[in-house]
C-alpha cells in the first residue's frame, strides 16, 4: 500500500472525513431537496441524491487531508 493511501484511510483522517460529510452533507441535502423534507414528501426524496450529497464532501476531504498531508512529510 503506498503512502497516499495509508494516509486516506488512517482514522484519524476518516474521522475527520465523516465529520465534514455530516455537516456539509445535511447542509447540501437541506438546499437540494429541503422543501420535499420540510413538507414531509418522503416519497418525493432521492436517495441515490442523498447519498452522493455525503460522499462527494467525504471524498474531497479525505482526498485534501491525505495530499497535505503528504506534502507535510515531504
Not at 486516506?8 to 431537496?33: C, D, E, P, W, Y
Not at 426524496?45 to 482526498?63: D, E, G, M
Amino acid at each position: 500500500m503506498n503512502k497516499f493511501t495509508k494516509l486516506a484511510f488512517h482514522r484519524s483522517t476518516i474521522n475527520k472525513a465523516i465529520m465534514i460529510s455530516l455537516s456539509v452533507g445535511t447542509m447540501l441535502n437541506l438546499i437540494n431537496q429541503g422543501d420535499y423534507i420540510l413538507q414531509m414528501q418522503w416519497e418525493k426524496i432521492s436517495v441515490f441524491k442523498a447519498f452522493l450529497t455525503y460522499l462527494t464532501p467525504f471524498c474531497v476531504s479525505t482526498y485534501s487531508t491525505a495530499t497535505a498531508l503528504m506534502a507535510k512529510t515531504f
